[in-house]
């Protein structure tokens, strides 16, 4: 034992001297001396950007649990060093050292004495939420078997990595509750929110040390770095792998430098034939991300982030990235983007790729599809859908005077009634329960042309005696056009239909066709959105959603549609297929994004008052302070109350204290504080003001 020892002690002498970029250390102790030549083999043998973060929980844990060991024992020794960290420079270590419970020797120094605690799938309970899941690369398999208290332990120093530990929610539907965080960054592959899978940590040989100031630039968004790399050789590929198995496009879209990303989509092309060209098609191994789900999770996504989103998606006649690719919780991109609110990338897929509609209504393993997150989302900003608008009928201002007597002129649309009397126009309108499938109406060329604007030009060129018919695309019942007759004539409203979408939506494009009166054009279109709701009404939602400019829906009653629809999309057969599909999705969507901007807008302009409220509150504060002047007060008080306010002493005054701003001597009045003064010098008090 003492020959062991000694040679230990050899071994330990020839290491006392640590030499970093910031010149040399001594190192004191043989325990010093150990814990810094185990971080030297870790630097020799480690990337950089490994993450450690479940390494080094893994220690503490142990550390934690082998306490009361470490003082039988009598060893143990838990306090922090410096170590040198290479051409870095000196890094702040955490150092975790336990006694030999067993009394055996030590082991070898300058072996990896914590690679033993790393084990497969290991989760350290009571720690709370872990940071990155990735498996350390340490290239080492952990011994098995053997037990705590038998085990050989020796002081071993985990080395603090350098790159900025990020966080990443793979979930698009954890966490609902709360908007979506702005992450400073994403890490390599990891998620707090998942259990730990088995992530292999064999250490791929294509990345050494040498590539440390790349990875650094990578990471940093260091652009005059990675070119000049570029120009020096040294950066070659767009297919360069890290320890994880992730490329450095990977990486840089996710330590959030989107212009990185850019530099080597132009720098390597995707290409597939190109063995130095990025490929596209890359895919987390435990998570199931592509690099479209990556893009998404962009905190600020400015235009270089629409940019590479927009290239990755894209990717011309190479290889695309793979669009329909669900992660493990069955999620695609699409989910993440409507959990992110991310209107642009939603209309962009569905303006350059008309298929991506049907990735709209895919649910994932919780059986939500990405209109069910994106209302989830609209209710946790807003607080509540939109509510059901109420059907508004003319007012009575709309009527006609009591003494008019045109009422009784009005055409009866049954084609067996008699023409009323001095008609001079046959309306036609196609109705298919009407003999021949079309009804003819007798009517008054006056009356229409007073009420309608686009009647009063078609009779200017249309031939007497000739019937004019409806235009059929907006209009084919009789009984529609009974109802906009009997408010030309009368200002009176008769719906029989007022619960019939399908005809209340015949009725808003008659009005709207034909520039009909506001009151009557006001009601169709506020009974046809309150009969929405029903789920028979269905198949009007998507046709009125692509006709909300020419309709006149107000914003409150576009939103209504279109929550309607995205509630349940499939709810009626929408023609054209795609495109047809995605044209409403669009339309949807836009009154939802408006909806969140006008919000949002008026939340910020209520927290800002303007310049009309900021001059009114000057001013109050101004009439305050100048209402308590003496010299003010002089002209509003009795000649008793002022002779007992100077009897009192005198009080500092307004003017007197801003006296110093007209370079008036401090301490004195100036001219406008001065005592009114008879001829003979005597002070006169003012009569007060009657106010």
């Known amino acids: 034992m003492a020959e062991e020892e000694s040679e230990l002690k050899r071994a330990l002498n020839r290491r006392r001297r640590q030499v970093d970029r910031h010149g040399s250390q001594f190192i004191k102790s043989p325990e010093q001396a150990a814990r810094t030549a185990d971080v030297t083999w870790e630097e020799q043998h480690e990337s950089q950007f490994t993450p450690r973060s479940r390494h080094q929980r893994a220690v503490d844990a142990v550390n934690a649990d082998g306490g009361a060991a470490s003082a039988e024992g009598g060893k143990a020794t838990d306090e922090p060093s410096k170590a040198a960290a290479g051409s870095r420079g000196p890094s702040k270590e955490k150092v975790a050292s336990s006694g030999d419970a067993a009394g055996g020797s030590p082991a070898p120094v300058g072996a990896h004495a914590s690679s033993r605690l790393l084990r497969s799938g290991f989760a350290v309970p009571g720690l709370g939420v872990p940071e990155p899941a990735a498996e350390p690369a340490t290239g080492r398999a952990s011994s098995p078997g053997g037990s705590s208290a038998s085990s050989n332990r020796t002081t071993s120093t985990v080395r603090v990595s350098i790159v900025p530990q990020p966080v990443v929610i793979a979930d698009a539907t954890v966490g609902m509750s709360t908007k979506p965080a702005r992450v400073p960054g994403l890490a390599l592959g990891t998620t707090p929110l998942l259990a730990w899978g088995d992530v292999p940590t064999a250490r791929n040989p294509r990345l050494d040390a040498g590539n440390e100031g790349l990875w650094t630039a990578v990471v940093q968004g260091d652009l005059p770095t990675l070119e000049r790399l570029t120009n020096q050789g040294s950066l070659t590929s767009g297919r360069l792998m890290d320890h994880n198995g992730h490329s450095i496009l990977w990486n840089s879209v996710a330590f959030q430098q989107p212009q990185v990303a850019l530099f080597l989509l132009r720098t390597f092309p995707p290409s597939d034939s190109s063995p130095t060209g990025i490929n596209l098609a890359e895919v987390h191994a435990r998570r199931g991300d592509s690099l479209l789900h990556l893009c998404l999770y962009l905190s600020d996504f400015t235009a270089a982030a629409a940019e590479v989103f927009r290239r990755v998606f894209r990717a011309g006649d190479q290889p695309q990235a793979p669009r329909e690719l669900a992660n493990q919780h069955g999620q695609t991109f699409v989910h993440v983007a409507a959990a992110r609110l991310n209107f642009w990338v939603l209309r962009f897929i569905l303006s350059n790729a008309l298929d ?124 529609v056009l009974a109802v906009v007759l009997g408010f030309m004539y009368s200002g009176e409203l008769a719906c029989p239909f007022e619960q019939d979408g399908f005809l209340l939506w015949q009725l808003l494009c008659l009005c709207a066709q034909y520039g009909l009166p506001q009151p009557l054009t006001t009601y169709a279109r506020t009974a046809l959105v309150h009969s929405l709701s029903s789920a028979r009404h269905a198949p009007v939602v998507p046709v ?54 006008r919000m949002r807008k008026a939340s910020r302009t209520s927290m800002v008052p303007t310049l009309q409220q900021q001059q009114q509150q000057a001013t109050r504060t101004s009439l305050w302070q100048w209402s308590c002047c003496p010299c003010v007060q002089r002209w509003t008080q ?43 010098g005597h002070e006169v008090l003012p009569a007060p003001l009657i106010v």
């Not at 057969?573 to 995605?582: L, M």
């Not at 007197?656 to 701003?661: A, C, D, G």
């Open 638 to 680: 009795t000649p008793t109350q002022l002779q007992a306010q100077a009897a009192g002493g005198n009080v500092p005054c307004l003017l007197q204290r801003q006296s110093s701003k007209l370079l008036v001597p401090a301490g004195s009045a100036g001219p406008a504080c001065q005592p009114l003064r008879d001829s003979v």
């Open 544 to 597: 009125l959603l692509q006709a909300v400019d020419k309709v006149g829906l107000t914003s409150e009653e576009g939103l209504f549609a279109a929550c309607i629809f995205l509630d349940n999309p499939e709810a009626a057969p929408i023609p054209g297929g795609f495109e047809g599909k995605a044209q409403v999705l669009l339309s949807a969507l836009a009154e939802v994004e408006l909806s969140l901007m």
């Open 356 to 479: 991506t509609a049907a990735l709209f209504q895919r649910r994932d393993s919780m059986g939500h599809t990405p209109l069910d997150i994106l209302l989830r989302r609209y209710v946790e900003d807003e607080g509540a859908l939109p509510a059901r608008p109420n059907p508004l009928p003319p007012l009575a201002d709309a009527r006609l005077p009591e003494w008019s007597a045109l009422s009784r002129y009005t055409p009866c649309c049954n084609g067996n009634a008699a023409p009323p009397p001095f008609a001079d126009l046959v309306l036609e309108v196609e109705d298919h329960s009407a003999p021949d499938g079309v009804a003819q109406v007798h009517a008054h060329r006056a009356v229409l042309a007073a009420n309608s604007g686009v009647f009063h030009e078609q009779f200017r060129s249309h031939p007497l005696g000739e019937p004019l018919r409806v235009d059929p695309r907006c209009c084919r019942s009789a009984e």
